[in-house]
């Protein structure tokens, strides 16, 4: 159901009004005729307008809180790529249009982003008791916004469109290899992106060259039907060829042999392994508009941590985030960064953040070494250097990291610990290397924990999404005052699965629980590569249990490995390939 209200557009109104009188002359108004005329002209404009004033206002349809409160009390979230156009209306005013041609109204719009063609990507949701009196879009209030860059990749012809079909289990695989070694595979039904080893590239440049591609016929297929075989497609130089397993040319097979192995191994290592870039890193200098690398501003924080799950940072005003995807020899690929949107006094320092996350972006190989580690974009030019900060926060967080806890009390403004409001949860997760995530109660938070050498600890400010939630009631004064009083923290403890967070005066500030799952078991095993229907890595247990994981980091790919494992079994329960038992990796270290 849709919640209707009446907005009273008081400036319609007026308008009418006004426009009336501009268009009779005084001599009109007077009486006789001619004001008699004007009065039934003036009540035909009152009704118009009326129609135009009085009007109804559809609330969005609701998605689930992550939170927990109910799905109709919460605006529908509108995640959209789209420019921001200044609309000449009633004093002027910024507007975003989205790409399906949809106008918004935003509530407020950062200084940065106030800018007439500015490309973004926007999350918003529509403003309750926002009216848009401009009656040009509908009213909404941003979440998150940042700069759109393109994503990938810098040529936007492929150097090679390779497609597979058919097999056993009929497939329907499509791969676009860039020559900036950007890879973009549909497969399973699921996107993909990465970037490809450099020698693999070098290698597949080589193999197509020599397959004498243009002088070989367009189709080469059976003359009679083989069952389960593939079928290929490879368009390269403008020209396409149709072939399939048993009628491979010799020319081409060692091209078809490459991209196979491409295609199998998503995230484009072909066996290799990743570097381990998880850390914390202080930014040094960065790439100047001229090409030159130029230390930070002196009194500015910018900062990159780096995980399996994405990055987190400071970036010299705001708190950032975002997803990163690790590949082979230092590759990766950054996806939507999403930032807070605070203003900080001289213009020096936001034109160095913004330059900052949009190098951050463009970044797709890190080169790491005596303590430092330094990026390149696809042309090989350096981005960006950062510094180790040397915080090893393993020890610090054994028993602590790599689980969910929910929150059992948070100190009040009294002094008293109170537990939470009925109906919510409020969740906390701490990875190894010290990024921090969870559920406010209403809204999702994250930031960055440091540990010192003297085993205390700091955080971040704590970055969380907007939305208003109105039950259970209370929950939105509960989300202040947890983020506010976690955020003080400076020291952590865990004692017989009571994980406790303290302050400075030693006060106990918020204890938590460990979050259960009656399903979650452990296993110890082995990593192995299956070559079934495009081959997966999936891991043998020790006493010789399969399991297919559907969430294998790209690091831990490796044929061989010895891993310890916390899983849950996976949704679908047996995959399909009838290899073994699906699972989802909560938390996996080298055995």
Partial sequence: MYAKTVALNTTALKRAVSYLFRSYPMSIRKPGKSARQFRLHFLFLVLLAGTAVFYPVAAAPAEDSPGGASSSSLPRVITADATVAYVDLEGGFYGIIAADGSRYVPKTLAKRFSSDGQAVSVKMVPSRNQSDIQMWGVPV??????????????????????ERTGGFAGVSDRMSVYPNATVLLDQKGRSDRFILELGLMEDLRSALEKSGF??????????????????????????????????????????I??????MNTPNGSAGQGTQDLSGTYVLQSMMSEKGLMTPVLKGTDVSLSISSDGITGKSGCNQYGGTVTLGPDGAVVFGPIYSTEMYCTGSAVMAQESRYLGLLEKTTRFVTGDGQISGYDVSGYQTLKFTRTGDRIKPILEGISGTVWNVDSVRGRAGKMVTPVAGSEITLRIEENGTVSGRAGCNLYGGTLTIREDGTVSLSPLVSTLMYCSSPEGVMDQESLYLGTFGKTTRLSVENGLLTA???????LVTFTRQLDSRVFTLRGTVRYVDIEGGF????????????PVNLGSEWKKDGLQVSVTARPGEDGMSIYMWGQQIEIITIARA
């Fill in 214 to 255: 243009k002088r070989l016929r367009n189709r080469y297929l059976s003359t009679r039907p083989v069952a389960d075989t593939f079928r290929y497609s490879i368009t390269y130089g403008g020209k396409t060829i149709l072939t399939e397993d048993t009628a491979v040319p010799r020319q081409l097979e060692p091209a």
């Fill in 502 to 508: 303290f302050g400075q005066d030693g006060a106990t």
């Fill in 257 to 262: 042999e490459l991209l196979g192995i491409i």
């Fill in 141 to 162: 209030t941003i979440i998150s916004i940042r700069e759109r860059t393109t994503s990938v990749p810098a040529s936007t012809t492929p150097l090679v469109v390779f």
């Fill in 537 to 548: 890595h999936g891991i043998v247990g020790n006493d010789g249990t399969q399991y297919q």
